[in-house]
């Protein structure tokens, strides 16, 4: 395949076809939009849109995601494992919503009002998460976070069915909703945490700085 594909469109850009590279670029000045025949294949995804971003192909097979801005939405569906790169900055206006059966790997920055992120496992693993509304995990493995990586929210919600463990002391989370893992849960934060929905774990540790009340 060639080295890399790069593509730019004045208004929208709609993916019907196969695009196979190391490396996809996407730009358009209004939305991308990728149908149900439409494939990525790539070692690396970046782009940007002036609407909204739609790669929601559960074919797609992206290792890496890196710095994508899009406005009004912004969805990503993967066949494969991959990463959100390090130097990575994936953003938008309104909405992130990326996932993958297999593993789902942050080492970069994810911000956006609401966050989601599903897999088999969510590695959090440098970066970090900015959803100033709310943040949703959910794995069908286990949640895990390194102390590198930090969690910004209005709202932390989510599932796993394994363990969840979100234990770095640079989280900042304002309040934790519904939230149930199938093993034990932890989550360790910088500040005063109301914990308004239901949790449920076999075990539950909860490590905040300030107090932690149930609303």
């Known amino acids: 395949p060639n080295a890399a594909i790069s593509l730019a469109a004045d208004g929208a850009l709609t993916i019907s076809g196969a695009l196979v590279a190391p490396t996809i670029v996407l730009q358009a000045t209004g939305a991308i939009v990728e149908t149900g025949t439409g494939v990525l294949t790539a070692t690396t995804l970046t782009g940007s849109s002036g609407a909204t971003t739609s790669l929601g192909d559960g074919v797609n097979q992206v290792s890496t995601l890196g710095s994508f801005s899009s406005h009004g939405g912004f969805t990503f569906r993967d066949a494969v494992s991959f990463t959100v790169g390090a130097a990575a900055i994936?953003?938008?206006?309104?909405?992130?919503?990326?996932?993958?059966?297999?593993?789902?790997?942050?080492?970069?920055?994810?911000?956006?009002?609401a966050v989601t992120l599903?897999?088999?496992?969510?590695?959090?693993?440098?970066?970090?998460?900015?959803?100033?509304?709310?943040?949703?995990?959910?794995a069908s493995g286990v949640i895990t976070q390194t102390g590198v990586?930090?969690?910004t929210t209005?709202?932390?919600?989510?599932?796993?069915?394994?363990?969840?463990?979100?234990?770095?002391?640079?989280?900042?989370?304002?309040?934790?909703?519904?939230?149930?893992?199938?093993?034990?849960?932890?989550?360790?934060?910088?500040?005063?945490?109301?914990?308004?929905?239901?949790?449920?774990?076999?075990?539950?540790?909860?490590?905040?700085?300030?107090?932690?009340?149930?609303?």
């Open 90 to 113: 994936v953003s938008d206006t309104a909405s992130i919503d990326i996932g993958t059966s297999g593993t789902l790997s942050v080492l970069g920055l994810v911000e956006a009002p």
């Open 118 to 138: 599903s897999s088999g496992d969510v590695l959090l693993s440098g970066g970090a998460v900015l959803g100033s509304s709310s943040v949703t995990l959910t």
């Open 149 to 151: 990586n930090s969690i």
């Open 154 to 215: 209005a709202l932390l919600e989510g599932s796993s069915r394994g363990s969840t463990a979100l234990g770095s002391a640079k989280n900042t989370i304002a309040t934790l909703g519904d939230f149930g893992a199938g093993g034990p849960f932890s989550l360790a934060d910088s500040r005063s945490l109301v914990q308004s929905g239901t949790l449920s774990a076999s075990a539950a540790t909860l490590a905040v700085a300030g107090a932690d009340r149930k609303s």
